[in-house]
């Protein structure tokens, strides 16, 4: 298995308040992405990381922030949580960006937003 | 932009049933094309990639080929096991673009 953890796997939060879900990796790889997950979406690509301190916007960033202060953790917050935020969400991570670099996923983190 | 397209589900079908999930894309250039699974409770992980025209992928007896000429590609178990059972999303990367997934297929395998 890739070495990726999510931290925490389940949380429960109110509408407002800011939510961090961390993103930790032991393979050295330099790209780092969120996605989440929803029912007849299949998974959307939140924001990712190509390095240190640098990222990037995807599909789906409104509303969400990330940073990357060490090559191994990857963390993205939700300033001010709402009800459809609620997801699970999950860190990939890939050695490269060329055409056929595998994506090696997380476990997942499943976020309620009441 | 690049898109992907593969049949909704769900799909029910009993032990050492053939199976088949149609997978079609949109792209720009020669995209890399993806057969992802998930497990019940898991995270994704790569089933079987194809990174250019007439490949075929395959892992676990599980196999797809690139067609460019029909720009498919579908998946497909001669006999399926209840083992089996899980999300398959079919997914495409293209050049420097990021990769596209689609909305998955939920495959349900009965003893």
């Known amino acids: 298995d890739a070495g990726i953890t999510q931290s925490p796997r389940h949380k429960v939060t109110e509408t407002g308040t800011p939510v961090t879900l961390r993103c930790h990796q032991t393979?050295?790889?330099?790209?780092m992405y969120w996605y989440r997950q929803d029912p007849g979406h299949g998974l959307r690509l939140i924001h990712y990381s190509y390095g240190v301190k640098d990222t990037d916007k995807g599909e789906v960033s409104d509303g969400y922030s990330v940073s990357r202060s060490k090559t191994e953790d990857f963390l993205l917050t939700l300033e001010s949580a709402t009800s459809s935020q609620t997801s699970v969400y999950f860190c990939?991570?890939?050695?490269?960006?060329?055409?056929?670099?595998?994506?090696?996923f997380g476990p997942g983190t499943r976020l309620t937003v009441l | 932009g690049n898109s992907v397209t593969q049949m909704e589900g769900p799909v029910t079908l009993s032990e050492e049933a053939f199976l088949t999930i149609n997978c079609t894309y949109t792209a720009t250039g020669y995209p890399s094309l993806f057969w992802y699974v998930q497990y019940p409770g898991e995270g994704l992980q790569l089933l079987l990639k194809a990174t250019k025209a007439d490949d075929k992928g395959s892992n676990k007896g599980f196999e797809a080929t690139y067609r460019k000429e029909t720009t498919s590609f579908h998946l497909e178990k001669g006999s399926v096991q209840v083992s089996d059972s899980a999300v398959y999303f079919c997914?495409?990367?293209?050049?420097?673009?990021?990769?596209?997934f689609g909305k998955g297929t939920k495959l349900t395998v009965n003893p």
């Open positions: 393979e050295n790889h330099r790209y």
């Open positions: 997914a495409l990367q293209g050049g420097s673009e990021k990769l596209v």
């Open positions: 990939a991570i890939s050695a490269g960006q060329l055409a056929g670099d595998e994506q090696f």
